[in-house]
Every structure is written in C-alpha cells, then in structure tokens.
C-alpha cells in the first residue's frame, strides 16, 4: 500500500470484508500515489483468502474527484489508471464501489470498473473530460453507455454535466442509494447483501444488451452527430466523445477502448485542449490578487440595491439565490413598485426553469426582499450597490446621499460600466470604502463580475468585492480604473473596428457571419440589437462630449437610431425580428443606409473575406488586451482571458484572445497589426507590450506565472 490507499479486512458473519480506502485529501485526486495504492490493494484482495468482498470507498469529503491537476501535462507515471481499471474489473471476487460527494472523470470511470456501485443520495457523478477538450479515457466511453444506454451516456459525456444519485439510479449507474451519510457503512451493507445473496460478478464490459440494441442504427446516430455538432459551435471534443460513444456499439469492448485511445490522443495533440486546459487553470488563478493578501472581507448579510430596473432587479435576485437579505430602493413608489415586479418576474422564471420551487421563491419574494422608496433604507446594509442610469452626475448626487445614510464600514459600490470610479468615490467622506462592481446582464445569469479596485479602495473592501462574487457564484476579475475597465474597453475597440469595416465596404451581415463561424454565439451587429442600438448611441455622444477624438464611424447606426430602431426590444435594428423572435433577419433598408453613408463619404466599398475580417477582429481585440495589460487595468493577461471568456462570449476552446495570439504566434499577430498600421495609424499602433514580449521572443503566458 501507499499512504494514499489503505488495506483492511472486517471480519464479519457473511465472510471478511476488505475496506480498500482512498485518503488523498482534499478531494482524493487520482494521482500516481491513489493509483499506484489501488493497484497494489486490488491485488492484495485478489490473494487475500481472508476476505471474499472488497469495498472502495474515499475517506473524507468526496470519492475521486477527477484527476490530479499537478499532473496535468506531465509524462503519465505508470501505472496508469486504464491498468488499474483493468485490475479491478478482472478480480475474481466482487468489488463494491461506495460513492459519496462526487465520482468525476477517472473517479466515476474507476466507479463504472467495480462490479457493484452504492451511493450516499447526496453524491453525484459525471464525466466532465469534455470541458478540458478531452474525453474520457480510461473506459469511460465504452463502460456508460453498457450501463445508462447511449443516449444517456451521449449526452453527459459530451456535455460534461453531473448526475444526482436518484438519477443515476433510474439510469442504472448505481446499484443502491443509500439514505445515510457514511459511505464506508453504506458500502458493507451492499456487501453482505452480495456476499448474502451470492450476488454474481457482473462486469460493465461485458453488459452489452443496451449498446447492440442499438447496433447499426445511423438514423439514431446521425441525429445525434447533427445535434452535437450544432451545439458544439466548432468546438472539437464533444464531436469525438460522441464518436467514441458510438464506438461502443459497434466495437467489442477490447477495440471499443483502442478507439477510445486513439480518439483521447488525437484531442490531446489538439490545440483546443491546450486552450482548454489555459481556461481551466486561468479559473483557478483569476482570484488570485494582492488585496486578498491582507485584506479581511467584511460582512455580507444585509443589502441594499438602489434601482429597480433590468440590472438592480437581476443584481437583487442573485443575492436573493444567494441567501442575502436585500432591499431594493427606488426614487418614488410607483417606481419602487415596478422594481418589485420586475424581481418577482425573475423569480417566477426561476420556478418555470426550476431552479427554485413556489416555496422558495414565495420566500425570497416576501422574507428576504423588501422594497423602499427611501433612502435611508440603506442604513442596515453591509453592502450598498447603486444600479442606476449610466450618467456620472446621476451616480455622483445618488452616492452623496449614500454616504449620509449607510451605516460605518459599509462597502458602497457602483455597477456602472465604464464610468470613473474615483471620481464616484471622491464626493463621499469615505472613498476607501468605495469600488466598483460592473455586473453583467442579465445579472442573475451572467457569471462575470469586474471588481473595480480605485484608487483609494482599501484591500479589506476588495477582499469582500471577491468575497460577494464567490458567495453569488459568479468570478470575479479585478480591474483597475479606465473607461470600461477590462471588458468594455476591448468591446469598445474591436466594435469600433467593426464599424470601420462596415464603412470601407463590408456588410455587417458579414462580419457577423465571421464572428459567429470563429465559434463566438453572436456577431456585434446581433450583439448590439440584444444590447440596444440607443445604449450604444448614448455611450458614443457620452464620449464625444467628454473630448474623445479619432475616426467616427457610427454614422449609419446613428441613422438606424434615430428611426427608433433600437434592436430587439423595437423588433428592428440591424436585424428584423419578427412576432417577437429573438432570431431576426437581414434588413435591406440597413444596407440602403450604409451604401448612403459611403456615398456622402466618398468611400469606394473595399468588402473583406471572412479570413481578413477576423485577422483584424482579433488583432484589434488582442492590441488593446494587451494595453490593459501594459497599463495594468488587469493584472494579467489571464484576466483579459477570463474577462472575454465569461463575460463577451468569447469561445472557451480557443482559450482567450491573449491565450489565442500565444497559439497563432505573437510574431504573427505584431505582423498584422504592423501590416494594418497603413490604414489608420493612430487606431493601429501596436501596443508596447506585444512590442517587448516578441523582441524577447516572449509570450502573454511567461506573465501570467
């Protein structure tokens, strides 16, 4: 044995029992130590005549959780875990899993590889390989569908999701669930009743009435493939987990697992993995800032969110879901009444979707929330979010009349989108307890969550902005001061780009088209409907009346403006939508209005190909990721990676746009925009830091260590 697995037998009535426990704490990682430890216990059992019946059971928290992530891109120490799999399902004597907390990735596959499963009904398994841009490889593939059928096993491979154990059970993963909370125990009641019953060994390779049943069936299987493929929006690991699925019908289970290898290789030597695998560590680091070295986060039971619109209501019932206690304030009654709409709208389409029952929303709507047209209301909050109207005077006079009524050592925060932050936090007597919080909407669904770290904002108030993003589940990216901080201001960039290309002659059906192939899930142009066409208006003037200069490109969006269509919420923008569809149409009068502008312009059409569109996208998006960096608005480049990934739809697969210039090549990314240069020096000077990292024949990544 190692440290890391434990080898006991209990003697009992039925025959001895062997307990083959596994303590890699926290969350018993299936390291070489767990792995190594398993192989050595199953074979201990194998020539131990003292015990009839094993059981495998994680000590602590949780069964195995998954792999281990110190491991991740490190040549595989044997054994490996498909051997130890081997080895368990080969014993000639039964061996039950006892699965509590949860049994993910190689976990749940050494689970599938026991010849009897029981789980506490707490615990939940899955196969979650796929947002790695891997797949299961260590029979996970071919060992489910035996079990669960192949559709059930299609679907929570290629998505990645977590079964409960009473679903489980229905599907015929699970053997038993056991109502207790000891897994150990759990474990050696199913293995008397085997041992009772003489209950045979059944190995999930050879179980194969689910997977012939439906042997041959392209029509299934193409269905299949065609929904995939859709959702997968170009990402490669959920195509191949579905091939390697089908695998299992079609193979005997010896050639079913080599496909299944040659698959997993295939993925490993994809560059969406290393995305992936960036993503997923870049998670991991995000939270990861100097406040949180010092500071101390402060209470977060009771708060007060003023404004009662699309963000207030959605920041007001995250915090709901998240247990806090919330008062929503509005100027006036009628205004205070439509706020409470509004956040009891949400909640009724939590019910719909079934994320709460009538129970749980009646008591979020009538314990934990309330509604004022005070301002003093917001005398009892620890936390104090304003989420009104864009307008820098607007926020000034309303944190004014914060600061007279919020009780000492209150955080007081702004949701605003791009203003400065500072100067919010200069008219209150206590600007070090002042920060931003830039929510995203709709607030209640988006998980990104900007904390705006000012000037003068003490570590303990950004510990506690990090402290309320991972109560609300949402990440938190800190950001410095700039207009539209991390992710707005590269929006604002490459949406300008946008409209540059629109105006030299390409349509804005096409860039969206671009947009949409590269595997984002919107264009701009659909981006700006769902946002609303007058927003994006206000911003801009906002901008010009604050001496922004440069190229002014909107003039065809300040057109579409002025005739009131606003996007979806008018049913034309760029597109229209018609009897209250969210998919609109190319709207010819759009392009009669653009040719117009080009015309006035005396600008001769110079349309681009789907290639050339997105070498600038991406270029533009890349040089201004890369000055936030520079100026230190994010700390690293990760941030910008994480910023775009959660908050702007960038596709997870390609890791970022820093991570995505680190793959194509930082030369060749400076090479574009020096080449782009010519056009519009001014909006194409490459940043200093692209500059430096390429001369040093360095990348964004040697910065994020």
Not at 220 to 241: E, H, I, T, Y
Not at 514 to 533: H, I, K, R, S
Request: charged share 25%; hydrophobic share 45%; proline share 4%.
């Amino acid at each position: 044995m190692t440290e890391a697995v434990s080898y006991d037998v209990l003697s009992d009535a039925a025959g001895g029992i062997a307990v083959i426990a596994i303590d890699n704490p926290p969350v018993n990682a299936a390291s070489h130590a767990v792995r190594d430890g398993l192989l050595k216990a199953i074979e201990q059992f194998g020539d131990d005549a003292s015990a009839a019946v094993a059981v495998v059971v994680g000590k602590g928290r949780t069964f195995i959780a998954g792999a281990d992530i110190r491991e991740f891109g490190k040549p595989m120490q044997a054994p490996g875990l498909p051997d130890v799999l081997e080895a368990i399902e080969g014993q000639n004597k039964p061996i039950v899993c006892a699965i509590h907390g949860t049994a993910l990735g190689g976990g749940f596959e050494t689970a599938l590889s026991c010849h009897y499963r029981v789980a506490l009904k707490s615990a939940r398994v899955g196969l979650p390989e796929v947002h790695l841009g891997l797949l299961p490889g260590a029979g996970g593939t071919q060992r489910l569908p035996r079990l669960a059928g192949i559709e059930a096993a299609a679907e929570m491979i290629t998505t990645g999701r977590h079964v409960n154990a009473g679903e489980a059970l229905k599907l015929g993963i699970v053997d038993s669930v056991d109502e207790g909370d000891d897994p150990q125990a759990a474990g050696i009641a199913f293995a008397r009743r085997v041992l009772a019953e003489q209950m045979p060994i059944r190995r999930t390779s050879q179980v194969n009435d689910k997977v012939e049943a439906v042997r041959g069936n392209e029509a299934l299987f193409d269905g299949m493939r065609a929904m995939v493929k859709k959702k997968a929006k170009g990402q490669l690991s959920p195509v191949l987990c579905l091939e390697a699925v089908i695998a299992s019908t079609e193979l005997p289970f010896a050639e079913g697992v080599q496909r299944e290898r040659e698959l997993f290789m295939e993925l490993m030597n994809s560059p969406q993995r290393e995305a992936m695998i960036h993503a997923f560590f870049a998670d991991r680091q995000v939270g990861k800032v100097p406040e949180l070295k010092t500071g101390v986060a402060r209470p977060l039971d009771q708060a007060a969110v003023i404004g009662g619109g699309t963000m207030g209501s959605g920041i007001t019932v995250s915090m709901l879901y998240a247990g806090m206690a919330v008062t929503m304030i509005e100027r006036d009654e009628e205004s205070a009444a439509r706020g409470r709409k509004n956040v009891e709208r949400i909640l009724d389409e939590g019910v719909k979707r079934g994320k709460i029952d009538q129970a749980q929303r009646d008591h979020l709507a009538n314990t934990l929330y309330g509604v004022s047209a005070d301002i003093s209301s917001v005398s009892n909050a620890d936390i104090v979010i304003e989420a009104a109207f864009e307008n820098m005077d607007v926020k000034k006079d309303l944190f004014r009349q914060i600061d007279k009524h919020a009780k000492q050592g209150a955080v007081l925060a702004s949701n605003t989108s791009y203003l400065n932050v500072n100067e919010i936090a200069a008219v209150t007597g206590r600007p070090q307890d002042v920060l931003g919080l830039h929510f995203f909407s709709p607030a209640h669904v988006m998980r990104l969550l900007e904390i705006v770290v000012a000037d003068k904002t003490l570590a303990d108030v950004a510990a506690t902005g990090f402290a309320l993003a991972k109560k609300l589940k949402k990440v938190g990216v800190r950001a410095g001061v700039c207009d539209g901080f991390i992710g707005n201001r590269i929006l604002e960039r490459y949406l300008s780009l946008a409209s540059y290309m629109v105006e030299d002659g390409t349509s804005p059906y096409d860039i969206d088209k671009a947009v949409l192939e590269f595997g984002y899930p919107m264009g701009p142009n659909q981006m700006g409907d769902l946002a609303g066409l007058d927003i994006g208006m206000a911003n801009r003037e906002r901008k010009v009346a604050e001496g922004w200069q440069g190229r002014y490109a909107a003039d065809y969006m300040d057109r579409i403006t002025a005739l009131g269509r606003y996007g979806q919420k008018t049913g034309r923008g760029f597109y229209i939508y018609e009897d209250g569809s969210r998919i609109g149409k190319p709207d010819p009068e759009v392009l009669e209005i653009i040719d117009a502008v080009r015309a006035e312009k005396n600008i001769t059409p110079k349309p681009l190909d789907n290639e050339a569109i997105m070498r600038r996208y991406m270029a533009a998006m890349i040089n201004e990721g890369a000055r936030v960096v520079e100026e230190g608005i994010a700390l690293r480049p990760l941030d910008v990676d994480i910023t775009m990934l959660y908050g702007y739809g960038f596709p997870r697969w390609r890791g970022g746009p820093l991570k995505y210039a680190d793959m194509v090549g930082l030369d060749k990314i400076l090479a574009d925009i020096r080449s782009f240069e010519g056009e519009d020096p001014e909006f194409w000077k490459p940043a200093q830091l692209i500059v430096d990292l390429v001369a040093r024949g360095e990348n964004f990544d040697s910065l994020n260590k």
